[in-house]
């Protein structure tokens, strides 16, 4: 049974070798389906041509083959009628009727998941990374992309700052992450919370940075991209403790604020520098 005739009703069957095609087409049609099948014997390959010029005279009818012989044979392909050569020692005939069911399944399907992307790119902001494009950026290489273009050198020039900055004071960065710039709140409220002024996305390996961003929040979040790196990707990494990746990020980017107004963060950054001062070393991260 071929694939399609596991989804369709059994198609009725007329063997060339047992007699011709005579009515052929009406069987296709009231069947709602027919096969068609020969040897490689000349006459019989003819009553087939014959068969398959009645079914392709309606326009409900297209013509399935596939070799019996081959491997595939129980995969049959659409192909017109003209098309029929002496190679395929069987043909399938099918009524269209069920090919467009099967079309009209398979249309319903794509426009479901259509509107499930769509749905999660509208409700859930983080997806829409992914297609920055959409929402007011644009990408000037797969890695960088802006919301103003007119802005690229002043941003480069700050992420170039930040990025030299990391690899002199933890190491050089393996790879080039990906980086968002939005030079509006309005812009970065369309992928984040606008009350954050920077943020990375460990999964991604992007980096989204907001209108509010600072060379030392910049190096803060290229430290997050740092130990995703060097502590095993996002699943091994972020497994560790927050205050140690968060105190981590707050204390060597030379954050200048003497008080973090994030009192959590403030915590954190307290109990790494703590953490160091009792022999701590970042490149071994505590466990707990
Ligand atoms: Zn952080």
């Given at each position: 049974?071929?694939?399609?005739?596991?989804?369709?009703?059994?198609p009725?069957?007329?063997?060339?070798?047992?007699?011709?095609?005579?009515?052929?087409?009406?069987?296709?049609?009231?069947?709602?389906g027919?096969?068609?099948?020969?040897?490689?014997?000349?006459?019989?390959?003819?009553?087939?041509?014959?068969?398959?010029?009645?079914?392709?005279?309606?326009?409900?009818?297209?013509?399935?083959h596939?070799?019996?012989?081959?491997a595939?044979?129980?995969s049959?392909?659409?192909?017109?009628c003209?098309?029929?050569?002496?190679?395929?020692?069987?043909?399938?005939?099918?009524?269209?009727?069920?090919?467009?069911?099967?079309?009209?399944?398979?249309?319903?399907f794509?426009?479901?998941?259509?509107?499930?992307?769509?749905?999660?790119?509208?409700?859930?902001?983080?997806?829409?990374?992914?297609?920055?494009?959409?929402?007011?950026?644009?990408?000037?290489?797969?890695?960088l992309?802006?919301?103003?273009?007119?802005?690229?050198?002043?941003a480069?020039?700050?992420?170039?700052d930040?990025r030299r900055?990391v690899?002199?004071?933890?190491g050089?960065?393996?790879?080039?992450?990906?980086?968002?710039?939005?030079?509006?709140?309005?812009?970065?409220a369309?992928?984040?919370?606008?009350?954050?002024?920077?943020q990375?996305?460990?999964?991604?390996?992007?980096?989204?940075?907001?209108?509010?961003?600072?060379?030392?929040?910049?190096?803060h979040?290229?430290?997050?991209h740092w130990?995703?790196?060097?502590?095993?990707g996002?699943?091994?990494?972020?497994r560790?403790?927050m205050?140690?990746?968060?105190?981590?990020?707050?204390?060597?980017?030379?954050?200048?604020r003497?008080?973090?107004?994030?009192?959590?963060?403030?915590?954190?950054?307290?109990?790494?520098?703590?953490?160091?001062r009792?022999?701590?070393?970042?490149?071994?991260?505590?466990?707990?």
């Open positions: 049974m071929s694939r399609i005739a596991g989804v369709w009703r059994p009725v069957i007329a063997d060339a070798t047992n007699g011709g095609f005579d009515g052929l087409h009406r069987s296709a049609i009231s069947a709602g027919c096969r068609l099948r020969a040897g490689s014997d000349a006459s019989e390959i003819d009553r087939i041509r014959h068969a398959c010029r009645m079914a392709a005279s309606s326009p409900n009818c297209v013509m399935l596939g070799g019996r012989t081959s595939n044979s129980d049959p392909m659409a192909a017109p003209g098309s029929v050569s002496h190679d395929p020692p069987t043909i399938q005939v099918f009524v269209g009727r069920r090919i467009n069911l099967l079309k009209k399944f398979a249309l319903l794509g426009l479901l998941a259509l509107a499930v992307i769509v749905g999660a790119i509208a409700l859930y902001k983080p997806v829409r990374i992914f297609a920055p494009q959409f929402f007011g950026l644009t990408c000037v290489s797969e890695k992309c802006i919301d103003d273009v007119g802005r690229l050198e002043e480069t020039e700050l992420l170039e930040a900055f690899s002199d004071e933890l050089s960065l393996k790879a080039e992450l990906k980086v968002l710039f939005c030079g509006t709140r309005q812009c970065f369309n992928f984040a919370d606008p009350a954050v002024a920077a990375y996305y460990w999964g991604a390996r992007t980096l989204l940075i907001g209108d509010r961003a600072t060379p030392y929040i910049i190096r979040e290229l430290i997050h130990q995703n790196e060097n502590f095993g996002p699943n091994e990494a972020l560790l403790p205050w140690f990746l968060e105190g981590m990020a707050y204390s060597l980017s030379n954050d200048p003497e008080v973090i107004p994030n009192a959590e963060a403030n915590g954190q950054r307290t109990r790494f520098l703590e953490w160091q009792t022999g701590g070393d970042w490149r071994t991260p505590p466990r707990q």
